[in-house]
């Protein structure tokens, strides 16, 4: 397809200039000329004006320009073509080299000599060909033959170790046997010899019979006595418990009573609470109406009219309602605003006592809070730093380091905020920094996340786990690395079952007979299963060797 952009518009990366210290020259573009319509096609396809041009220095420096120009993909010398690339998996580059041909301008020539020297070599290989192929089948048939005749002698050997396998059974058979004869002859048994020992034994065991009985007669007097001492505990225990209830009944209703009590007295103390208030209150009013501070004394007038009022309760109250009566008869008052204004008292009271009610309840519900968390805080750090442990150590083997922290939010409160937080270093150089997409590549994060699933596994107990291509994006030293790391963590004994699923591997990894490979082959030109035979294969390998060998 023909691009829409003019030819101008392709424009290198870099200028040539970029390149004068390994001498190239221009670019390939720039050495040929031709019509506006191709050289587009050549800039998209080709990538013409990227391909610079050197001469032999550029030749002697094609390692140098390899290393530090990891950009050029293909450049030319005087005498050669390069072509770099590198490798998705390991990051290493490797290069191409091929010769300039020679040019041709559209010339073809024969040369009928040399035309019918090569049909005479092409017959007489046919010939040799076809004398081949008579003795691959003179050979092909010999071997049929011989494998037929190694197939009956397979089958004689199998019979004969048959054999020799049935007889050095029978002969260890009569081995055991002739070795449980001399047993039992060795073992002959003196009649009475015994019969006079189990007389003594029957003695003995007469005796003991005769001391046991008379030790069972003296524990079941004892029994006996006990039984009478256990009948009168438990007569005492009876009427104890009968006088213990009475007792509770009446403590019971002591308590009742004296709880009723202390209601009241509290009721009594409170009202002496609020009448002390009121008292101090209305004292305060009567000081700021007289003008008189809270530290100063009486004036001697005021004094003097003190002396006149009356002194008990009974008499203020009466001298309240004539002096009330009064100001009754001096003027109007409005009983709406004085019952507003009592209202008003009465309901600042209660909102006074609904806050510090809720204020205790909103205290209550911070120290429950607090217990809460001082339960829960301590056992969460302890299995972090657990999980930290492992981690580090994991870091530590891969010369590296790592830790595991629980991540506490400004606002200690604020417990959706809380987390895990995995700090890395894969440099000396560097410091830890925390695992995420913009500080770690992503082989790094692989082999974080790796470790930290071995350092949690140690905590957690499952009967097998899986894990999907953790190997993908990491550099050949690190997932050796792991995987030596996954191999000695998963193989180890009461542990659970590994699974590794992966495209490839390393070569030369070490294994261990705990492990087992399944590799998958499928596809539609591979060898049916039911056509595939070991032993068949097995010949052919050692054939082959041999012909190698020889």
Same mark, same amino acid.
């Given at each position: 397809?023909?691009?829409?952009?003019?030819?101008?518009?392709?424009?290198?990366?870099?200028?040539?200039?970029?390149?004068?210290?390994?001498?190239?020259?221009?670019?390939?573009?720039?050495?040929?000329?031709?019509?506006?319509?191709?050289?587009?096609?050549?800039?998209?396809?080709?990538?013409?004006?990227?391909?610079?041009?050197?001469?032999?220095?550029?030749?002697?420096?094609?390692?140098?320009?390899?290393?530090?120009?990891?950009?050029?993909?293909?450049?030319?010398?005087?005498?050669?073509?390069?072509?770099?690339?590198?490798?998705?998996?390991?990051?290493?580059?490797?290069?191409?080299?091929?010769?300039?041909?020679?040019?041709?301008?559209?010339?073809?020539?024969?040369?009928?000599?040399?035309?019918?020297?090569?049909?005479?070599?092409?017959?007489?290989?046919?010939?040799?060909?076809?004398?081949?192929?008579?003795?691959?089948?003179?050979?092909?048939?010999?071997?049929?033959?011989?494998?037929?005749?190694?197939?009956?002698?397979?089958?004689?050997?199998?019979?004969?170790?048959?054999?020799?396998?049935?007889?050095?059974?029978?002969?260890?058979?009569?081995?055991?046997?002739?070795?449980?004869?001399?047993?039992?002859?060795?073992?002959?048994?003196?009649?009475?010899?015994?019969?006079?020992?189990?007389?003594?034994?029957?003695?003995?065991?007469?005796?003991?019979?005769?001391?046991?009985?008379?030790?069972?007669?003296?524990?079941?007097?004892?029994?006996?006595?006990?039984?009478?001492?256990?009948?009168?505990?438990?007569?005492?225990?009876?009427? +104890?418990? /009968?006088?213990?209830?009475? %007792?509770? @009944?009446? #403590?019971? =209703?002591?308590?009742?009573?004296?709880?009723?009590?202390? $209601?009241?007295?509290?009721?009594?103390?409170?009202?002496?609470?609020?009448?002390?208030?009121?008292?101090?209150?209305?004292?305060?009013?009567?000081?700021?109406?007289?003008?008189?501070?809270?530290?100063?004394?009486?004036?001697?007038?005021?004094?003097?009219?003190?002396?006149?009022?009356?002194?008990?309760?009974?008499?203020?109250?009466?001298?309240?309602?004539?002096?009330?009566?009064?100001?009754?008869?001096?003027?109007?008052?409005?009983?709406?605003?004085?019952?507003?204004?009592?209202?008003?008292?009465?309901?600042?009271?209660? +909102?006074? /006592?609904?806050?510090?009610? %809720?204020? @205790?309840? #909103?205290? =209550?519900?911070?120290?429950?809070?607090?217990?809460?968390? $001082?339960?829960?805080?301590?056992?969460?750090?302890?299995?972090?730093?657990?999980?930290?442990?492992?981690?580090?150590?994991?870091?530590?083997?891969?010369?590296?380091?790592?830790?595991?922290?629980?991540?506490?939010?400004?606002?200690?409160?604020?417990?959706?905020?809380?987390?895990?937080?995995?700090?890395?270093?894969?440099?000396?150089?560097?410091?830890?920094?925390?695992?995420?997409?913009?500080?770690?590549?992503?082989?790094?994060?692989?082999?974080?996340?790796?470790?930290?699933?071995?350092?949690?596994?140690?905590?957690?107990?499952?009967?097998?786990?899986?894990?999907?291509?953790?190997?993908?994006?990491? =550099?050949?030293?690190?997932?050796?690395?792991?995987?030596?790391?996954?191999?000695?963590?998963?193989?180890?004994?009461?542990?659970?079952?590994?699974?590794?699923?992966?495209?490839?591997?390393?070569?030369?990894?070490?294994?261990?007979?705990?492990?087992?490979?399944?590799?998958?082959?499928?596809?539609?030109?591979?060898?049916?299963?039911?056509?595939?035979?070991?032993?068949?294969?097995?010949?052919?390998?050692?054939?082959?060797?041999?012909?190698?060998?020889?």
């Amino acid at each position: 397809m023909m691009p829409d952009k003019p030819a101008d518009s392709f424009v290198p990366r870099f200028p040539i200039d970029h390149y004068k210290k390994f001498q190239f020259e221009s670019y390939l573009r720039e050495l040929f000329r031709c019509p506006e319509a191709v050289m587009r096609y050549l800039c998209l396809m080709c990538r013409v004006h990227e391909i610079p041009v050197g001469n032999q220095f550029t030749k002697q420096n094609v390692t140098n320009i390899i290393n530090q120009c990891p950009e050029l993909s293909v450049f030319y010398t005087a005498d050669d073509r390069y072509t770099v690339r590198k490798s998705k998996y390991s990051g290493l580059s490797s290069s191409c080299c091929s010769p300039i041909w020679a040019a041709q301008k559209l010339n073809i020539t024969g040369n009928q000599q040399k035309e019918k020297e090569l049909t005479e070599q092409m017959q007489k290989m046919n010939g040799q060909k076809q004398e081949k192929e008579q003795e691959y089948q003179l050979l092909q048939s010999q071997y049929k033959d011989r494998e037929t005749k190694m197939n009956q002698l397979r089958d004689e050997k199998k019979r004969l170790c048959d054999k020799k396998n049935e007889k050095r059974t029978l002969l260890q058979k009569i081995g055991v046997k002739e070795d449980s004869i001399k047993l039992l002859e060795s073992k002959a048994i003196d009649i009475e010899r015994e019969e006079a020992v189990a007389k003594e034994k029957k003695k003995d065991i007469y005796a003991k019979k005769f001391d046991a009985m008379q030790s069972l007669k003296t524990v079941i007097q004892k029994s006996a006595s006990l039984r009478m001492e256990k009948v009168r505990a438990c007569l005492q225990h009876t009427n +104890l418990a /009968r006088e213990s209830s009475v %007792l509770h @009944k009446e #403590l019971q =209703d002591k308590e009742g009573s004296l709880g009723k009590l202390e $209601e009241k007295c509290a009721a009594m103390l409170e009202r002496v609470e609020e009448a002390k208030l009121s008292a101090k209150r209305l004292l305060k009013e009567a000081r700021n109406l007289c003008g008189i501070p809270e530290d100063g004394n009486l004036s001697e007038s005021l004094q003097n009219m003190f002396k006149v009022l009356p002194n008990t309760i009974e008499e203020i109250d009466t001298c309240i309602h004539q002096l009330q009566a009064k100001i009754d008869c001096m003027m109007a008052v409005d009983k709406d605003v004085i019952q507003d204004f009592r209202n008003r008292e009465e309901l600042i009271a209660k +909102l006074q /006592r609904d806050a510090e009610k %809720l204020k @205790k309840q #909103l205290d =209550d519900h911070r120290s429950e809070i607090m217990r809460a968390k $001082e339960r829960w805080i301590g056992p969460l750090q302890q299995l972090v730093e657990r999980i930290n442990v492992k981690f580090s150590e994991f870091f530590q083997i891969m010369k590296c380091a790592g830790e595991v922290i629980l991540k506490i939010p400004e606002n200690p409160e604020d417990y959706e905020k809380y987390g895990i937080c995995i700090l890395v270093k894969f440099r000396d150089s560097e410091q830890l920094r925390e695992l995420n997409a913009f500080h770690q590549s992503g082989g790094e994060r692989s082999v974080s996340t790796v470790l930290y699933i071995m350092a949690l596994q140690e905590l957690t107990r499952c009967p097998f786990r899986c894990v999907d291509e953790i190997n993908q994006g990491m =550099d050949p030293i690190n997932e050796r690395l792991v995987f030596e790391m996954v191999v000695k963590t998963a193989t180890r004994e009461h542990n659970s079952q590994y699974f590794l699923l992966t495209p490839k591997l390393l070569p030369d990894l070490e294994y261990n007979e705990n492990m087992t490979m399944h590799f998958v082959h499928n596809g539609p030109y591979l060898l049916n299963h039911k056509e595939w035979s070991l032993k068949k294969f097995l010949r052919l390998r050692s054939h082959l060797n041999n012909d190698r060998s020889a």
